[in-house]
């Protein structure tokens, strides 16, 4: 095989794409209100994104049992989007996060926020 300087340059080309992908990342809401819309941003790493908003529970063991059994509030599926809409349904009071994993496998985690009371019903 002929080593040739146009290898080299796609070689070289193609590392530089690789390292240029910015790391997945999703932002925390700044608040998740029961009943009413929430808007979720996330991006980086390689899409299709899969997107699950999970419940944060504070004993460690039961973290891990949930992440053994990948148990989820609900999910967003995968998707090409950087963002979704959301009808806050689950109860006030609950401690909630974002996970957000990219085509690849990396995994980017929002902050835990609690879901406050809304004005009105759902």
Known sequence: MK???ATALAGALATLAAA???????DTPVSLVRC???????GGGVPPYFVTYRL????????V???INNTAVGEFGNTEEDGAEWLVVAPVGDPLYLEVR????????SA????????HEC
Request: proline content about 7%; hydrophobic content about 45%.
């Open 65 to 67: 049992l949930d992440a």
């Open 102 to 109: 990219d085509s690849d496998g990396h995994l980017a985690v």
């Open 3 to 5: 080593f040739t300087f």
């Open 56 to 63: 944060f529970n504070l004993m460690p063991v039961r973290r």
């Open 20 to 26: 240029a992908t910015k790391p997945v990342f999703v």
């Open 36 to 42: 009413e819309i929430s808007t979720f941003h996330w």
């Open 112 to 119: 835990q926020v609690r879901v406050q009371p809304g004005d």
